[in-house]
């Protein structure tokens, strides 16, 4: 009944999770779940309130502009501007996205070909492989070990698979390793990527949670870099809305066009109320962005240190509210806190091959909840 294309797909991570908790919650165990990244943080009041006025006018009650209201896009320039020093001309280098996973979704469909490669992070969000997929390419891991930080190592990738690329994934910071990477190694992409006539997708949902004084750059900072990438921006961490589904890819012209051109053809843009809701989040006081780090803070350290009382070896990230930790089993400590301890954390594995022997915390409940979970945790063999 279904099309072939579906056999190649596995079975998507987080609604498993969902589907276990689900499953645990139906036998009346209370559940900590410190497996999916949605912040559990509300929504700050002035962008709900401007949603609410937006929602009322019935000029936003009718089909949006595909490309995104353009008043929406200026208010993302400005914001590259102030943020990142990156200058975009916001009607042909900004696009808005349903939030950026649509944008990643759809990204492949613009640019790959049947059997051509796309290179993708591994351990790494599993959309960058399921697009792939959609899009009949091919996809080639490219193994992100903590000896490298995290990075891959651009001069492994096979000149075979170099030869039929068409786009590279990367996310930074990085889920679900909570590594970061500097402009330098951007610098070194961008070259890598005109040498071998390659799209770079920049995932950068995360550049806003980050902790210690850290700020993450934006790929477009690297010199020439709207040449080759798009990135794919999202205002769901930063701003606690997840549910929203706003968000922004930005890129060099020719990019962002191809991109529109797939999604012109797919939806009919974001609704009009929600992109003046996002006007307000990014124009207005960025202060309720820090109260959320300062949280997510406190309970970085509060898990950091309960895992290293319990004898785990783990490094408290610079950003992210992941927080990635060796176990022997991914799979199977991750089905062992669920079934002795009825705690939710997600196995490596699930974001790849090389993510095994890996489970990933997502510091999204209060540290009264993650404080509980150690306790839980001591009681076990672990």
């Known amino acids: 009944m279904y099309a072939q294309r579906l056999d190649n797909l596995p079975p998507y991570l987080f609604a498993r999770i969902d589907a276990m908790k689900a499953a645990k919650r139906a036998q009346g165990v209370d559940v900590i779940d410190l497996g999916v990244g949605d912040p559990d943080l509300p ?15 019935p000029a936003t009650h009718h089909y949006p502009d595909y490309t995104g209201m353009l008043s929406y896009r200026e208010a993302v320039a400005a914001w590259y501007r102030e943020r990142f020093s990156v200058e975009l001309d916001p009607k042909t280098e900004i696009l808005a996205l349903i939030g950026s996973k649509e944008g990643i979704a759809h990204v492949p469909e613009a640019f790959v070909n049947p059997g051509d490669y796309v290179l993708v992070p591994d351990p790494g969000y599993p959309v960058y492989k399921t697009a792939t997929l959609f899009a009949e390419g091919k996809v080639h891991e490219m193994p992100l070990a903590a000896e490298n930080g995290f990075l891959p190592d651009l001069e492994a990738i096979p000149a075979e698979v170099l030869a039929r690329s068409k786009l590279m994934f990367l996310n930074y910071p990085n889920n679900p390793t909570g590594a970061v990477a500097g402009l330098g190694f951007f610098n070194e992409v961008v070259e890598f ?102 949280v997510y803070r406190e309970r970085r350290d509060a898990l950091v240190a309960g895992l290293s009382d319990l004898g785990f070896s783990v490094t408290a990230p610079k950003a992210t509210f992941y927080v990635w930790m060796k176990v022997d089993d991914s799979m199977a400590f991750a089905a062992k806190m669920l079934d002795e301890a009825g705690i939710v954390v997600t196995p490596g594995v699930g974001f790849g091959t090389y993510g095994d022997g890996y489970v990933r915390f997502a510091i999204t409940r209060s540290v009264e909840r993650i404080e509980e979970a150690i306790e839980r945790m001591r009681g076990m063999d672990l």
């Open 43 to 57: 929504t700050p009041d002035h962008i709900v309130e401007s949603l609410v006025a937006a929602a009322r006018d």
């Open 193 to 294: 990527a005109r040498e071998h006539d390659i799209v770079v997708i920049h995932d950068n949902a995360y550049s806003e949670i980050s902790f210690d004084g850290y700020r993450a750059p934006s790929f477009l900072e690297a010199d020439g870099a709207k040449e080759v990438a798009i990135e794919m921006h999202s205002l769901s961490k930063t701003y606690n809305m997840t549910g929203w589904r706003i968000g922004m890819a930005c890129g060099g012209a020719d990019l962002i066009a191809g991109l529109g051109r797939v999604k012109t053809n797919i939806d009919s843009g974001a609704f009009d109320a929600i992109q003046r809701a996002a006007i307000t989040a990014l124009t207005s006081p960025q202060d309720c962005i820090a109260q959320s780090c300062d």
